[in-house]
T-cell receptor, first 113, second 114 residues
Framework: DVKVTQSSRYLVKRTGEKVFLECVQDMDHENMFWYRQDPGLGLRLIYFSYDVKMKEKGDIPEGYSVSREKKERFSLILESASTNQTSMYLC????????????FGSGTRLTVV | GENVEQHPSTLSVQEGDSAVIKCTYSDSASNYFPWYKQELGKRPQLIIDIRSNVGEKKDQRIAVTLNKTAKHFSLHITETQPEDSAVYFCAAREGGTSYGKLTFGQGTILTVHP
């Protein structure tokens, strides 16, 4: 059973802090994704990665960056957290070929105060 | 890029009734359409999916239909039960790459009243 693990379930940070959200998957998947989930807006793609050290912008990359130094780990970085980045962040993974649906992590509820 | 619209945003039914959620997509090259169910406080879980070469797919009380010409697809839940209460998301995958990027709809909050 594929597991996607997000390191924190709840996080509270101050405006201007640098924030790291970590995601680890254990099934050797090539593709990993970061989404944010807001009521009424669904899931919006921030960044994704299809290989180690490779990254692509999603639909809402502003204010975020990512790092993929190892295949199993995909980190989302908020360079300078702002209150409008308060949200639920979901990580997902997918094997190469994209033949099936995502496996999601449990999510990180980030509050920026 | 792809754009997915989902309706309704909320849906309330009585136990035993049917529920239908509809989605439209913009990119005719999209070729894969999954549906996810997210229970309160939990991660989204894939419940059914359909590919562009198929018009309908069923799995027990759940079915999905796809109309490629009209670029819309729907989720049908029959004989609803209280445990069907959740947020449901549709999504579409653009063709042409192996990255598997999904574009999601806005979500539908389904409430099934006992």
């Amino acid at each position: 059973d594929v597991k996607v693990t997000q390191s924190s379930r709840y996080l509270v940070k101050r405006t201007g802090e640098k924030v790291f959200l970590e995601c680890v998957q254990d099934m050797d998947h090539e593709n990993m994704f970061w989404y944010r989930q807001d009521p009424g807006l669904g899931l919006r793609l921030i960044y994704f990665s299809y290989d180690v050290k490779m990254k692509e912008k999603g639909d809402i990359p502003e204010g975020y960056s990512v790092s993929r130094e190892k295949k199993e780990r995909f980190s989302l970085i908020l360079e300078s957290a702002s209150t409008n980045q308060t949200s639920m962040y979901l990580c997902a993974s997918l094997p190469a070929g994209g033949a099936a649906g995502y496996t999601f992590g449990s999510g990180t509820r980030l509050t920026v105060v | 890029g792809e754009n997915v619209e989902q309706h309704p945003s909320t849906l309330s039914v009585q136990e035993g009734d049917s529920a239908v959620i509809k989605c439209t997509y913009s990119d005719s090259a999209s070729n894969y359409f999954p549906w996810y169910k997210q229970e309160l406080g939990k991660r989204p879980q894939l419940i059914i999916d359909i590919r562009s070469n198929v018009g309908e797919k069923k799995d027990q009380r759940i079915a999905v239909t796809l109309n490629k010409t009209a670029k819309h697809f729907s989720l049908h839940i029959t004989e609803t039960q209280p445990e069907d209460s959740a947020v449901y998301f549709c999504a579409a995958r653009e063709g042409g790459t192996s990255y598997g990027k999904l574009t999601f709809g806005q979500g539908t909050i389904l409430t099934v009243h006992p």
